[in-house]
């Protein structure tokens, strides 16, 4: 559990905004409230006010996470630049070489915005494209969880806390494993073909025997040579 854009602690003039991210490999469910009420991360926060938000999350071993931040915001002052990580989504699976992109608002007195990968203090700028909104390439991540880190910088040098994102990076294609079958051998009728496709994050399998649809097990009782695709 991470919590991003708002500190401990902290006072805020006029609005914040907190970033929530929940990453578990086996992720039961997380909840988010702020004084008690339900919170989505991201909302602007601009009552006046001391605030509670607490985060809990619960994976299907029933190991529990729970992270409380305090903090305040207080009336008038300048609007604090909220901050949106718009791209990769919460926990989506992307290739490496990510593009990711970031809005700001208000914009006029951010200088720029940078990010930093993990627990990392290298923060590095990224590319303006107008009216708020920020992309970066971010190439060379590993497989696994990821945690994504972005914050404003004021003309003024002002750095604010960060806003972070979780997202899965996956460069490993799926892994398909013939039964007692290669490519080439020959076998003797009512042979049964079977193969096992695996992959941490696998979408869809389509496999075909000479164009149509086939299913691991099934038996070939057409003599004669034979074409399968995975």
């Known amino acids: 559990v991470v919590i991003g854009g708002v500190a401990s602690n902290g006072q805020y003039g006029g609005v914040a905004s907190a970033s929530v991210s929940v990453s578990d490999s086996n992720l039961l469910s997380s909840t988010s409230t702020l004084n008690g009420l339900p919170y989505l991360s991201g909302s602007a926060i601009s009552s006046p006010g001391v605030y509670s938000l607490v985060v809990a999350a619960r994976d299907i071993a029933g190991n529990e996470t729970i992270v409380a931040v305090q903090f305040e915001v207080t009336a008038g002052g300048s609007p604090v630049p909220l901050v949106s990580i718009t791209s990769p989504a919460a926990n989506a699976v992307v290739k490496s070489a990510s593009l990711v992109a970031a809005s700001v608002q208000p914009f006029d007195k951010v200088s720029r915005l940078e990010f930093a990968i993990g ?37 003024g040098g002002t750095r604010h806390p960060d806003v972070v994102r979780t997202f899965v990076v996956d460069n490993t294609p799926p892994q398909v494993y013939l ?52």
Do not use: W
């Open 119 to 155: 627990n990392s203090s290298s923060y590095s700028s990224m590319q303006p494209r107008g009216s708020g909104a920020y992309e970066a390439v971010v190439p060379g991540l590993s497989d696994g969880p990821v945690t994504l880190r972005v914050r404003a910088v004021e003309v």
């Open 179 to 230: 039964g007692g079958m290669s490519s080439g051998g020959q076998y003797p009728v009512g042979q049964s073909v079977t193969f096992q496709v695996t992959d941490a994050h696998l979408d869809s399998v389509v496999s075909t025997l000479d164009g149509l649809p086939f299913t691991s097990g099934q038996r070939v009782f057409d003599k004669g040579s034979h074409e399968l695709q995975i």
